[in-house]
């Protein structure tokens, strides 16, 4: 029977099971960003995995990897530590495929990703909010030495993170464009830096990679000493052309007006990356600058980002205690 | 004069002092201008053959220097300095 044609070809696809359909994501411009004519924003947006964030792209990668090489089968338990996104995402493949979960997780997250971890039937131990990541990293590198049965992907060393960028988020971004003038890309574990900056740079030397950094707040600097310090060892800083903070004040404002200017409702990370796609675009003459909006923001409701006023935000001491990445 | 944010992490070797006014034309010489004021921070700013601290981000205004000159970045007098611990994500 023929149907109406499709505004959009291809469509959303159709795949096997819900572990198939992850990326594939929508590239959205950003028109109001935009600083002038010739240069135009362009954000992916990771909201539209399973789980709603990149990571589901990251999850999947190392899990297929570590079946692939026999590290992993079903029944295995699966130990990582997390800011939440990974966490999640994890859940849901090892949940899908018959692996038991423990993640290590900061304890000043939003509710809502312990939730969701819940609800895929992840075990959650927490770790010094105070440390934030490097925190969840320190007890789940112990956790793991001290119990040799736990198999951990460890994202922030594991090279399929990156594989699942360079073979995915890149190959889809050049799909869509023919020439990519700059790359903005949060930095969390350095994977969607990274691999997306390989098959950019690939593609064309000339594409200026940019990194958005998050400064934490104040609260969530708790470490004994600047040696405590983490970076991720699948980072490559000589890739970067440009690492900029970010401070959690302008990226809930940033996160503010991509509701109200662009109409998307985004993860604080996102109102971070747009900043900086935004000072990078208006640098430029001509060209595109493509951005990854990591997540949606769901996940964030009961932080009151979206619906209080950035004043009462630091007021109440949100900015300087919440952890957004 | 450059001034030198310090993050919580190091306060306590600065007398509790959140801000610093430093000397110097360089990243470098405001960092060394730092340790010079308050001699507890040298070994956490700098490993032992005077380089900058692997998991120490320093940044002039919000640009990270080691994707500048690093410690031969040049540094204005209205400039800050923003030296923070390096903190993952994800």
Redesign the interface.
């Known amino acids: 029977m023929a149907g109406a044609q499709l505004d959009n070809r291809p469509c959303g696809g159709r795949y096997a099971d819900i572990v198939a359909s992850i990326g594939h994501t929508p590239l959205v411009e950003l028109k109001q960003f935009s600083p002038k004519p010739s240069v135009r924003i362009w954000a992916k947006l990771e909201s539209a995995n399973p789980t709603g964030s990149v990571?589901d792209r990251v999850a999947r990668s190392m899990i297929d990897d570590a079946e692939a090489t026999g590290a992993i089968s079903p029944g295995q338990t699966i130990l990582e530590p997390?800011?939440g996104?990974?966490g999640i995402s994890l859940a849901m493949i090892c949940r899908r495929k018959g692996y038991p979960l423990k993640v290590v997780m900061p304890e000043n997250v939003t509710a809502e990703r312990t939730q969701l971890l819940a609800m895929y039937g992840a075990e959650i131990v927490y770790s010094p909010g105070e440390q934030?990541?490097?925190g969840a990293?320190a007890l789940a590198l112990e956790m793991a030495e001290a119990d040799s049965s736990y198999y951990m992907p460890y994202?922030?060393g594991n090279e399929a993170n990156p594989r699942a960028h360079y073979d995915g988020t890149a190959v889809e971004i050049l799909e869509e464009l023919d020439d990519v003038a700059a790359f903005v890309g949060?930095?969390?574990?350095g994977?969607t830096l990274m691999g997306t900056a390989r098959r950019l740079k690939e593609a064309d030397p000339a594409t200026r990679i940019v990194?958005a950094?998050?400064?934490?707040g104040?609260l969530?600097?708790?470490?004994?000493?600047?040696?405590?310090?983490?970076?991720?060892p699948i980072i490559d800083?000589t890739l970067?052309?440009?690492?900029?903070?970010?401070s959690n004040r302008d990226a809930v404002v940033w996160t503010k007006k991509l509701i109200e200017e662009e109409g998307i409702f985004a993860g604080v990370?996102s109102g971070a990356v747009a900043a900086i796609s935004h000072r990078v675009a208006s640098d430029l003459e001509a060209g595109n600058v493509v951005t990854v909006f990591p997540d949606g923001g769901w996940k964030y409701l009961s932080s009151g980002v979206y619906t209080k006023t950035v004043e009462e935000l630091e007021a109440d001491g949100t900015l300087e205690t919440a952890s957004f990445? | 004069m450059p001034t030198a944010k310090i993050p919580p992490v190091l306060r306590s070797s600065t007398g509790g002092e959140k801000e610093v006014a430093v000397d110097g034309a360089t990243v470098g010489d405001a960092l060394r201008s730092l340790a010079s004021q308050h001699a507890d921070t040298e070994r956490q700013l700098f490993g032992e053959g005077g380089e900058l601290n692997r998991y120490v981000n320093v940044y002039l205004n919000d640009e990270d220097v080691r994707v500048l000159d690093g410690l031969d970045t040049a540094v204005g007098a209205s400039d800050t300095l923003v030296i923070l611990p390096a903190m993952a994500g994800g």
Not at chain 1, 213 to 216: A, D, I, K, T, V
Not at chain 1, 240 to 246: E, G, H, N, S
């Open positions: 990571k997390t800011s996104n990974t934030g990541s490097n990293v994202q922030y949060g930095l969390g574990t994977g990194a950094e998050p400064l934490q104040e969530v600097q708790g470490l004994r000493s600047l040696d405590d310090g983490f970076i991720p800083i970067l052309d440009r690492k900029i903070f970010v990370s990445w």
